[in-house]
């Protein structure tokens, strides 16, 4: 019997480990897997400033405008649906290689009341975390129970690829959009104005386990030695307030969000407050009622980088000469370049 026991056991860690190793050529080469397995595995560069979050941070905030514009090197690695209990495992990723001086967190999905975010967007950031002591602890707190298996086995999720695999998924380049440094803007002018901004001294809760992350993110800043800055990127907040699984009044959430924030002596940066500051135009610089295009992302970033090198230490390493060619380069090609030049094309 424990013979048997033992050659099932053994069996069943093989079929494990083979179908991990076909996971990375049947999940979806899109480019959020890119910019992780460079920005978490494969990139030597230095990292000053690690941009984290959402969408809103994703197509908010451009490396290549903090790089070109005040010579900060960052890494954006936001992507769309990441709850804030996701960008904590995510963040705690990141440290295990790099230290940035300053970590920023879009606190958008602090207002998310569901207890688990939408999968096929988890899917992004969690697919692309090597298997890891951390990625079995995020499994296991951020994915509902009947799902966990396919999370540590992502290939029982892909499986139907079978017959649409091409060249592309065994020999996937993720240096390809290294360029672009995570940052992913749209193109598109929304035409329509905030409905939703208003100034208002009412507190509204953050949801309770939302809560303990950031505090669990606070916690890591603490013993990593790095600083911590929260934002809230420009938003309507329209469809928000009327989910079914968001809080009804985020306004007033982040007025409470303030309010932590201070008590903890940590900065936060709400922008939809700072909108004529940044010289943001709502209907031109949105890509859609709660994202920036990449016209709002410039306009974003370029404030974000001044605001950076005003209050941390951050080094200008436009001063290095191997990094400054290949990052020079990058801009070249970004979106950066794209708006600065005039050539950026509307949708």
């Given at each position: 019997m424990k013979k048997l026991i033992f050659k099932s056991l053994l069996f069943a860690a093989a079929l494990a480990l083979i179908l991990a190793s076909l996971t990375s050529v049947f999940v979806y080469k899109v480019?959020?897997?890119?910019?992780?397995?460079?920005?978490?595995?494969?990139?030597?560069?230095?990292?000053?400033?690690?941009?984290?979050?959402?969408?809103?941070?994703?197509?908010?905030?451009?490396?290549?405008?903090?790089?070109?514009?005040?010579?900060?090197?960052?890494?954006?690695?936001?992507?769309?649906?990441?709850?804030?209990?996701?960008?904590?495992?995510?963040?705690?990723?990141?440290?295990k290689k790099r230290r940035p001086s300053v970590v920023v967190v879009d606190v958008y999905y602090l207002g998310m009341t569901s207890p688990y975010g939408e999968m096929g967007l988890v899917s992004n950031v969690l697919d692309n975390m090597r298997f890891s002591p951390n990625k079995a602890e995020a499994i296991q707190n951020c994915i509902p129970p009947e799902e966990r298996l396919s999370f540590l086995l992502p290939v029982l999720k892909y499986h139907f690829r079978w017959s649409a695999l091409t060249p592309l998924d065994f020999s996937y380049d993720s240096s390809a959009i290294y360029y672009l440094k995570g940052f992913d803007g749209g193109n598109t002018r929304y035409g329509k104005q905030d409905l939703t901004y208003r100034q208002t001294e009412r507190r509204a809760a953050v949801p309770e386990r939302n809560l303990e992350y950031l505090g669990r993110i606070v916690d890591l800043a603490g013993r990593y030695g790095f600083k911590l800055l929260l934002v809230n990127m420009p938003s309507d907040y329209a469809e928000s307030d009327e989910s079914d699984d968001w809080v009804d009044d985020c306004e007033a959430m982040f007025n409470t969000v303030a309010d932590l924030a201070a008590a903890k002596n940590v900065p936060f940066l709400d922008l939809c407050d700072r909108m004529d500051e940044i010289g943001l135009d709502f209907p031109q610089d949105m890509n859609n009622s709660g994202h920036l295009n990449v016209w709002g992302a410039y306009k974003v970033s370029a404030y974000l980088g001044k605001y950076l090198k005003r209050n941390y230490s951050l080094p200008d390493r436009r001063g290095d000469a191997g990094l400054a060619a290949r990052w020079n380069k990058d801009y070249s090609h970004s979106f950066a370049a794209a708006v600065e030049n005039g050539t950026a094309e509307q949708e």
């Open positions: 480019d959020h897997r890119g910019k992780l397995l460079d920005g978490l595995y494969e990139s030597e560069d230095p990292f000053d400033v690690a941009l984290m979050g959402s969408s809103h941070m994703n197509g908010g905030v451009d490396p290549n405008v903090l790089w070109k514009q005040d010579g900060i090197t960052s890494f954006n690695y936001a992507t769309g649906g990441q709850p804030i209990d996701v960008t904590y495992y995510l963040l705690r990723e990141i440290l």
